[in-house]
């Protein structure tokens, strides 16, 4: 079932499409990671005329018994040859930078992982996308830094897989993983700037037991005629039942060759329990494609 717009996208000009996004975080960390993110962002920085925000994020870390004699000397020692690798960092990823073809800026935070996360939550709030490398999320012992992006600074962010493939150019088919909640529905209003230049976009959901009114599927028809005044032509696909949604979801995207996924992000408070609900974890550990999440 498809929802269109009726002038189509011929009729788009570019007053129509706007320049949505302008400022765009890309938080690094100095290892090879950082690659995909780097070159995915040039890429959307060059299609919406953006400002690229690189944050090198250089972790300082602390004694494990802060208080034992001793402690403070190890610290300062600590603090001393992070310094020295933070510089080594900044210049090479100076080097780096000075190939992109768009503006760009880059600052380094040094410190603890409460001192980075303060500096990534700041810092998220003052652009309209935060753009990261996946293996850096999947590999982190603490995630505290990604958490500080969705759930304290409440932005959206663009996970980049490792592929090169990844940063050949805007999406041209992008999948929409739809719930009837807020979490998915601020996924899909930080994705229009990608929506509206897609050449297909496929709004799915991994269907439940019981009634089509239990499914929720007239929640997704409401979204894709909202999506169609937007001028952005939908697809509406209920997929069959999945054990693992995740797993489900996937499988449809390689099917239709989606470059993008575009879905929300579900969790609770850390101190209740782990913060990322199992679909939205498999979705960051598994996804071979770009990935746009918002809580």
């Known amino acids: 079932m498809s929802i269109g717009n009726d002038t189509g996208r011929a009729g788009m000009d570019a007053a129509s499409v706007g320049?949505?996004?302008?400022?765009?975080?890309v938080f690094l960390t100095g290892g090879t990671s950082d690659e995909p993110a780097i070159a995915y962002a040039e890429t959307l920085a060059s299609e919406f005329g953006a400002h690229l925000d690189c944050h090198?994020?250089?972790h300082i870390?602390?004694?494990?018994?802060?208080?034992?004699?001793?402690s403070e000397v190890l610290a300062a020692e600590f603090a001393r040859q992070a310094e020295g690798v933070g510089r080594q960092a900044e210049e090479k990823l100076r080097g780096r930078l000075d190939r992109l073809g768009v503006p760009w800026e880059l600052r380094r935070s040094d410190g603890t992982l409460g001192d980075l996360s303060h500096a990534v939550t700041r810092q998220s709030g003052l652009v309209d996308l935060v753009v990261q490398s996946q293996q850096s999320v999947v590999k982190a012992t603490d995630m505290s830094l990604f958490e500080a992006v969705l759930f304290d600074a409440r932005m959206p962010i663009l996970l980049v897989p490792g592929n090169a493939?990844?940063?050949s150019g805007l999406p041209s088919t992008v999948l929409v993983a739809f719930r009837d909640t807020p979490?998915?529905?601020?996924?899909?209003?930080?994705?229009?700037?990608?929506?509206?230049r897609a050449d297909q976009v496929i709004l799915a959901t991994v269907a439940e037991e019981g009634a089509a009114e239990q499914r929720k599927l007239e929640p997704m028809n409401d979204m894709a005629r909202h999506l169609a005044r937007h001028g952005v032509t939908v697809e509406i696909r209920e997929l069959p039942a999945?054990?693992?949604?995740?797993e489900g979801l996937l499988k449809e995207a390689e099917a239709v060759g989606a470059q993008l996924i575009v879905a929300g992000a579900y969790g609770h408070s850390r101190l209740r329990e782990y913060l990322l609900g199992g679909v939205t974890r498999?979705?960051?550990?598994?996804?071979?494609?770009?990935?746009?999440?918002?809580?």
């Open 183 to 196: 979490e998915s529905a601020r996924a899909i209003d930080a994705a229009l700037p990608f929506l509206k």
């Open 242 to 246: 999945w054990k693992d949604p995740a």
């Open 61 to 70: 870390p602390t004694p494990i018994l802060a208080t034992a004699p001793g």
């Open 282 to 295: 498999q979705l960051i550990r598994n996804c071979r494609l770009p990935i746009l999440m918002a809580h």
């Open 165 to 167: 493939a990844a940063a």
């Open 19 to 25: 320049r949505p996004v302008a400022d765009l975080a």
């Open 56 to 58: 090198l994020l250089n």
